[in-house]
């Protein structure tokens, strides 16, 4: 039973997150290299802009925001269940290893098999996708233990042990290539939101219009493995099955998103965690915020290095790492 | 952990046997580096070679490619180890390695910021830079972990480096990506053991003498810290003083480390923990074995490195991290209960 008053307080946070996203979203759409003026947006958006005001808005500045507050979402969404899962504020699928799994299938694939620029654009999310997958069922099958079933300590440490590995043989794959392809690697790693067309949202939409629910849905259970898995199995629930199950949304949900945004860390650590000290530890009632502070964490960081530092911007990845680790650091220092 | 040093698994007699041996490892380790290659060369050439008594493009070959790097192997090799098992005992942390405590990120970073601030600075310049960045990175890793008054677990300094880390490649990459220099700045991080020239050696070489050096003077001192910090008070040692002078070490190998062949993960986490296994945890004896058998390692890395897919050069940055991988999954596993 939840108290009518926390709800509200749910309900009013929610209300005001989606205000502080519609005006990011509003404030970005008027911020650019090219000529857009505020005032003009809104016609613009309702159908009365003309063809160059259209191009601008429909096929560049909008699909970018899009994905970023997708990615966002689903990197948030992501991070809670780890961190529920792992009984650890520290998870964050960055941290242990799916970031440089995705981005060490990235390289690979780049610099050996030279594929006409136009199909192979739209290949590399799937294959960020299978290389993120593979690393982290590497890390679950390495950090599970035939005596105790899974445990969260091993997995941090064996994603941090595969993310060590894996950035490193990475930068060695990029310094082989030549300099245009390092420049776009580089940027790729470094989380520059480069899936900026409206294929590419599709790409992330079906993901999270799928497991958002999903992960929703088993929130109680979550409730339940986060007191300890002796508990889960007094309550009859089958631990190991569930553990697999949440496991999986949260590497596709982490997948998705870097495929198509590229090395983006901490903003699964930082929402979740906001989250948590808004509205307490219930995870129906965090995961809603968190999925919403996650999008507008991302979207933020993104609109800021993209305008900040002309001409050619930082990646939205960059900012949220200079933001987040010190935020990890704040979190680690507190027991 | 044992804390009795006479149980010690060897006596001198018998190190000095194991030493022995390690030392025929590596001078025919450092021979099949020189021998085995792109282009054929034969032993009695590498002889000639090495006592500059004869002439020719092979001979040339041998005098200005294979030797440098071969000596660079040697080198990084014995840093990365000594730097290890330093940072492993006085931490007391079976994880410890300067590329899972924010060492490496640092100079990384630091010498991103020296090429896109100072692009004329010299090789020296770029070398003291890393310098800086390393002891940066490990300044931030140790001064978060000391924040906490009981102490960090050891599960806790790694994430903490590994948030370090990935806050510094973060810099780095935003600093080479705004200035455009992401090239040059890899050729420095990742360029592995390739076009390593004897001027670049006489540069570096200096400093990881004098940091091997004055290891092996500090290594009784390293053995009681690495027991348990009060017994090390108890016998009089100021571990202030040993802990400052130990940590400028660390710096010093680790930094000309990677300003020479750029990130090389793991080693400085597989040697130590290979060699306590073989003579036990007196640190007099690990350090020089340390040294000689990561010298071996780097030197068999880079080998195999070159002749996995010859002609083409696997980087041996990225051989040396997957073979470390493994390693480093067996001790999380086998010190399980340490790290709650």
Same mark, same amino acid.
């Given at each position: 039973m939840i108290h009518p008053e926390t709800i509200k307080r749910q309900r009013l946070i929610i209300f005001i997150l989606v205000f502080l996203? +519609?005006?990011?979203?509003?404030?970005?759409?008027? +911020?650019g290299t090219s000529q857009l003026s505020f005032s003009r947006i809104i016609p613009v958006l309702l159908g009365q802009g003309n063809f160059n005001e259209n191009f601008v808005l429909f096929s560049i500045r909008l699909p970018r925001l899009v994905i970023t507050l997708l990615a966002g979402m689903a990197l948030a969404l992501s991070g809670s269940i780890l961190q529920g899962l792992s009984r650890n504020d520290l998870a964050d699928p960055g941290i242990i290893g799916i970031n440089s799994g995705a981005g060490f299938a990235v390289a690979l694939f780049f610099l050996y098999f030279p594929l006409q620029v136009g199909s192979f654009i739209y290949l590399l999310p799937l294959v960020a996708f299978a290389g993120a997958l593979i690393t982290a069922i590497l890390i679950y099958f390495?950090?599970?233990?035939?005596?105790?079933?899974?445990?969260?300590?091993? +997995?941090?440490?064996?994603? @941090?042990?595969?993310?060590?590995? +894996?950035?490193?043989?990475?930068?060695?794959?990029?310094?082989?290539?030549?300099?245009?392809?390092? *420049?776009?690697?580089?940027?790729?790693?470094?989380?520059?939101?480069?899936?900026?067309?409206?294929?590419?949202?599709?790409?992330?939409?079906?993901?999270?219009?799928?497991?958002?629910?999903?992960?929703?849905?088993?929130?109680?259970?979550?409730?339940?493995?986060?007191?300890?898995?002796?508990?889960?199995?007094? @309550?009859?629930?089958?631990? *190991?099955? *569930?553990?697999a199950i949440l496991l999986a949304i949260a590497v596709g949900l982490a997948a998705a998103s870097v495929s198509v945004t590229g090395g983006i860390a901490f903003v699964g650590l930082m929402a979740p965690h906001i989250a948590k000290t808004l509205i307490g530890k219930r995870h129906q009632l965090f995961m809603p915020i968190a999925i919403l502070i996650g999008g507008w964490l991302l979207l933020l960081a993104d609109t800021i290095g993209r305008n900040i530092f002309q001409p050619q911007g930082v990646a939205a990845g960059i900012m949220v790492a200079v933001i987040g680790a010190p935020y990890f650091i704040y979190l680690l220092t507190q027991n | 952990m044992k804390f009795d040093l006479k149980k010690n698994k060897v006596n001198s007699l018998s190190f000095s046997f194991i030493l022995l041996a390690s030392l025929l490892i590596l001078v025919a380790s450092f021979f099949l580096a020189v021998v085995f290659g792109a282009a054929e060369i034969s032993a009695a050439q590498v002889w000639q070679a090495l006592t500059a008594s004869g002439t020719g493009d092979d001979i040339l070959i041998i005098q200005e490619i294979r030797l440098p790097r071969a000596v660079a192997a040697v080198v990084v090799g014995a840093a990365l180890a000594v730097a290890g098992a330093i940072m492993q005992g006085m931490t007391r942390n079976p994880l410890a390695d300067p590329g899972l405590f924010g060492l490496t990120?640092?100079?990384?970073?630091?010498?991103?910021?020296?090429?896109?601030?100072?692009?004329?600075?010299?090789?020296?310049?770029?070398?003291?830079? =890393? $310098?800086?960045?390393?002891?940066?990175?490990?300044?931030?890793? $140790?001064?978060?972990? =000391?924040?906490?008054?009981?102490?960090?677990?050891?599960?806790?300094?790694?994430?903490?480096? =590994?948030?370090?880390s990935t806050f510094l490649y973060a810099l780095a990459k935003g600093i080479s990506l705004y200035f455009q220099i992401s090239k040059n700045v890899s050729m420095w991080t990742a360029g592995g053991l390739v076009g390593i020239s004897w001027t670049q050696l006489k540069l570096i070489i200096p400093f990881v003498l004098v940091g091997l050096a004055a290891t092996f003077f500090l290594s009784r001192q390293l053995t009681i810290l690495s027991l348990?910090?009060?017994?090390?008070?108890?016998?009089?040692?100021? #571990?202030?003083?040993?802990?400052? $002078?130990?940590?400028?070490?660390? #710096?010093?190998?680790?930094?000309? =480390?990677?300003?020479?062949?750029?990130?090389?993960?793991?080693?400085?986490?597989?040697?130590?923990?290979?060699?306590?296994?073989?003579?036990?945890?007196?640190?007099? $004896?690990?350090?020089?074995?340390?040294?000689?058998?990561?010298?071996?390692?780097?030197?068999l890395a880079d080998l195999l490195a070159r002749t996995i897919n010859a002609p083409y050069e696997t980087p041996v940055v990225a051989v040396v991290a997957m073979l470390g991988l493994p390693f480093f999954l067996i001790i999380v596993n086998k010190r399980r209960r340490d790290f709650a």
């Open positions: 996203i +519609l005006a990011t979203v509003i404030f970005s759409l008027g +911020l390495f950090s599970y233990d035939r005596n105790s079933g899974l445990k969260p300590i091993k +997995l941090i440490l064996v994603g @941090v042990g595969f993310s060590t590995a +894996l950035s490193g043989a990475m930068m060695v794959l990029i310094s082989s290539a030549d300099r245009s392809k390092v *420049e776009f690697i580089s940027r790729w790693l470094a989380g520059d939101i480069w899936g900026t067309d409206w294929p590419f949202v599709l790409a992330l939409l079906p993901w999270l219009l799928i497991l958002l629910p999903a992960a929703l849905y088993m929130s109680n259970r979550l409730n339940i493995l986060a007191l300890g898995n002796s508990i889960a199995v007094g @309550v009859g629930m089958r631990v *190991e099955k *569930e553990q | 990120a640092g100079a990384n970073a630091a010498l991103a910021l020296a090429i896109a601030l100072f692009p004329a600075l010299n090789y020296f310049g770029n070398i003291l830079a =890393s $310098f800086i960045g390393a002891a940066v990175g490990a300044g931030l890793v $140790f001064g978060i972990s =000391s924040l906490n008054k009981k102490g960090f677990s050891p599960f806790r300094i790694v994430l903490a480096g =590994s948030a370090v348990k910090e009060e017994i090390a008070v108890g016998l009089g040692q100021n #571990i202030f003083r040993i802990k400052v $002078f130990l940590f400028i070490i660390i #710096i010093v190998l680790t930094g000309a =480390s990677v300003a020479l062949v750029g990130n090389i993960v793991f080693l400085g986490l597989m040697i130590p923990h290979i060699v306590r296994a073989a003579v036990g945890r007196d640190y007099r $004896f690990v350090l020089p074995l340390s040294a000689l058998s990561g010298s071996a390692f780097m030197l």
